[in-house]
């Protein structure tokens, strides 16, 4: 008697469950996993609990004031809850909101605000992740990339620049030839220089000019520093920064620049290099995930652009009057849809392993797994293209046999 009063009671407790594993089970065979995806699931679970609470008190065999009673019980709680975190909560998710409108940073851009500086790794309604210089991962409340100065280095192209103080006793022509030379040796575009100050013991120039590949930013701050200091010391300019002293007796007219090496020293220590491996990049290193995230994000874009366009693709092709250009072009478009699923099921794997859902592999074979991958989606974006301009030029010639 006491379990059929209860049935109603079980039954929303059941169906309730039942609900919540179907979200899960079929969010997890998504085939695109994304963050606002799991925002959206998590959403939807927490309104099928709230749903299913109430249901279940409802059906419980008590009576109806002290039904009212749980249920204004339950909303103090809650209310109270809400009250308590919700300022920080709702201002940080606003932010988030606000970030995804405006977009003022995508997934492996440079970011700095106040005192982090980064590349973003990922971007999530409440917070955003970036992998700082030291390779650190950073968790920054949107809140405060909303609040404060936010700078953010564009993928066109950022300004690379060192400032150096140099004495009043050489030219400021020959300076600034030899600092031009310094900002193309490095390989910037554009290169500039300017007098920043006139100190009472030296002079200070900045250098600089555009750097258009970001992805070297650090490996190249540091070589526009070293080439300043090469060039200066070659064309005699002693530095003089910030300001010059030394207590040793010395000779007159000392000049401290270093000893230029020989040349047989030079030439063997570039044989030596030669034969060393390459070795990785500074940025490959401090911001492996970030670089592993916007990649992954852009094959992401891949798989979704092409997967846009099937269907009209299709449509394109069967449209195709001729009979072997058809049958040609179905071909081409079966071998691309097969390039897609196998990407598809690489990336879900490689996915999954990104966020901790299976057993990551080596760090750096999960580095090149991911290069792997990104260089099969590459192909298969350059197959799209190229099936695109086919079409269209089918359609074109079409078009001028009609005219």
Known sequence: MILEDYLASFIALGVTLILLFGIEYLFRRAKMVTGDVKL??????????????????????????????????????????????????????????????????????????????????????????????????????????????????????????????????????????????????????????????????????KVGGLLKDVENLISVRSELKKDVLDTLHGADIEIVSPNFMNQRVLKDRKVFIPPK??????????????????????????????????????????????????????????????????????EKLKLLKNRKEEVKADFETVKKQKEGEEEKTDPELFSRQVQSLNLKADHLDIRRRKLERELKKIFEEKELLEG
């Not at 269907?311 to 449209?319: G, I, P, R, T, Y």
Request: charged share 25%.
């Open 40 to 205: 959206v699931r998590q959403l939807i679970q927490l309104a099928v609990m709230g749903i299913g609470l109430v249901f279940i008190i409802f059906s419980l065999p008590i009576p109806y004031a002290d039904k009212e009673s749980i249920l204004q019980l339950l909303g103090i709680v809650a209310g109270a809850a809400i009250a308590l975190s919700s300022t920080t909560f709702i201002a940080n998710a606003m932010s988030g909101i606000m970030l995804r409108i405006i977009k003022p940073f995508r997934i492996g851009d440079y970011i700095e605000s106040e005192t982090v500086f980064g590349r973003v790794t990922d971007i999530h309604i409440l917070h955003t992740e970036v992998q700082s210089i030291d390779r650190d991962l950073v968790t920054l409340p949107n809140l405060k990339l909303v609040s404060n100065p936010l700078k953010t280095i564009r993928t066109s192209g950022t300004i690379v620049s060192t400032s150096v103080s140099l004495g009043y006793d050489v030219s400021w022509k020959k300076i600034e030839k030899n600092l031009l030379l310094a900002a193309e040796k490095t390989g910037l575009e554009s290169p500039f220089v300017q007098v920043l100050e006139l100190g009472d013991f030296s002079v200070t120039y």
């Open 261 to 330: 090496e020989k040349e047989k020293y030079e030439a063997s220590e570039a044989a030596k290099a030669a034969e060393k491996p390459p070795e990785k990049k500074p940025e490959e290193i401090i911001f492996d995930k970030a670089i592993e995230a916007e990649i992954l994000d852009r094959i992401e874009k891949v798989l979704e652009s092409l997967e846009n366009k099937e269907n009209e693709l299709e449509q394109q092709v069967n449209s195709v009057l001729d009979e072997s250009q058809r049958e040609a072009l179905k």
